[in-house]
């Protein structure tokens, strides 16, 4: 998949379909989204395409990791960016295996 | 409460697809790459491509194998993709036969693995029906794009740095917020 194309459908779902929760914090949750997809994106496709990682543990690495900035960057709300870390990257990681299958 | 089982409802659905979503579908790895030189030299022979698996790909279509060609010139290329929904592991295995044009018989055959390198063939003549080359190898990079698939072969070890430099980019820019906040809510 493009690079392009990969940036934009990860700012899509980790920055717009994030913003709702942090709709308060105006242009912030969309900035925190762009950057997310920015590094896990290319991150991911890198990882999909050289390696023979099993993709459980990137994956589980990226709600973690997902996780503290929702929480340290955006909101000190824990259930907020618990919410926001599963099952944004859930939307993600079905997109992903399906576009890269 | 409820935001407990709201949690939980979450976690568990995510348990559900980390069994199920892609993982055990086929990775799609760098694309083997054979090339040709010197095909001219084959005077009376020709090379044909054949293939033996229990996967026939009919299609023709880049990047899985093409099949049960005759090399005609030095422009021919086969591409070997190592995964993706189509691909079996038998479609690595490239199988090259020396035909003599007069018998019909094959006269020597080779095999090559198709995995992690380009190989580039130059021929330099056929004697006693054994063909005599010698084969480069360089090592095979995915086909990473940046704007849309159908992007030069030269560049896609340019657009691997670009990838590695984008991801890096990103966590250096996250850094960078997280060491702005800390620095703010110290103040």
Not at chain 1, 8 to 17: D, T
Not at chain 1, 44 to 62: K, Q
Not at chain 2, 106 to 120: E, G, R
Not at chain 2, 135 to 155: G, H, I, R
């Amino acid at each position: 998949m493009p690079l392009i194309w990969i940036i934009i459908s990860f700012f899509i779902i980790k920055g717009l379909l994030a913003w709702p929760l942090y709709y308060k914090l105006k242009w912030k949750p969309l900035q925190v989204g762009f950057l997310l997809a920015l590094a896990e994106g290319p991150f991911l496709t890198l990882l999909y395409h050289d390696t023979e990682i099993d993709f459980t543990y990137p994956f589980l690495f990226i709600i973690v990791f997902d996780f503290v900035v929702y929480f340290l960057l955006l909101q000190k709300t824990w259930w907020k960016a618990i919410v926001a870390a599963i099952f944004f990257n859930l939307i993600g990681f079905v997109y992903f295996a399906l576009v890269n299958g | 409460m409820k935001h407990f089982l709201f949690l939980c409802i979450f976690f568990f659905t995510s348990l559900s697809i980390f069994a199920d979503a892609g993982f055990s579908i086929r990775r799609e790895h760098a694309v083997s790459i054979f090339s040709f030189e010197g095909i001219n030299n084959l005077k009376g022979y020709k090379l044909i491509q054949t293939h033996v698996g229990f996967y026939t790909d009919t299609s023709h279509k880049e990047p899985y194998t093409n099949l049960g060609r005759i090399i005609t010139d030095d422009n021919y290329t086969i591409t070997t993709q190592e995964g993706g929904r189509h691909w079996e592991e038998s479609d690595r295995d490239i199988y090259l036969n020396v035909v003599d044009m007069l018998t019909g018989k094959t006269t020597d055959s080779l095999k090559y693995f198709a995995k992690d390198y380009n190989i580039h063939f130059k021929i330099k003549a056929v004697v006693n029906g054994k063909l005599q080359f010698t084969a480069d190898s360089s090592k095979a990079v995915y086909q990473y794009s940046l704007l849309n698939p159908e992007e030069s072969k030269a560049t896609y070890s340019r657009n691997r740095l670009i990838f590695i430099a984008c991801s890096a980019l990103g966590f250096l820019f996250l850094i960078g917020l997280f060491i702005r906040n800390k620095n703010k809510t110290s103040k």
